[in-house]
Nanobody
């Protein structure tokens, strides 16, 4: 079975940093496009960053220059380095995996990020 497990969330002050991790198992990691989504209370889930099997990255405009997505194929793990955090970054962050050209999407259970003074 496919499993995605997020970690690294927590409480941080505005301007601070966190690094999220998502470890994948039960599937060939190198075959996956990976993404981070987030969902704030009462809002729609939104794409934060993506990284393809080939390492190509894209970010939503509001996090460009602050967040960095990366992957370590030797550890079956994708990361989201978050710097200069703002209160509006507060959300549950979810890891997503998908094979290119596949309709099937895998989700982690999420990790809470709270940015508050």
């Amino acid at each position: 079975q496919v499993q995605l497990v997020e970690s690294g969330g927590g409480l941080v002050q505005p301007g601070g940093s966190l690094r999220l991790s998502c470890a994948a198992s039960g599937i060939t990691f190198t075959s996956l496009d990976m993404a981070w989504y987030r969902q704030a209370p009462g809002e729609q889930r939104e794409l934060v960053a993506i990284i393809s099997t080939g390492g190509t990255t894209n970010y939503r405009d509001s996090v460009k220059g602050r967040f960095t997505i990366s992957r370590d194929n030797t550890k079956n793990t994708v990361y989201l380095q978050m710097n200069s955090l703002k209160p509006e970054d507060t959300a549950i962050y979810y890891c997503q995996a998908r094979r290119p050209f596949s309709q099937r999407i895998y989700w982690g259970q999420g990790t809470q990020v709270t940015v508050s003074s």
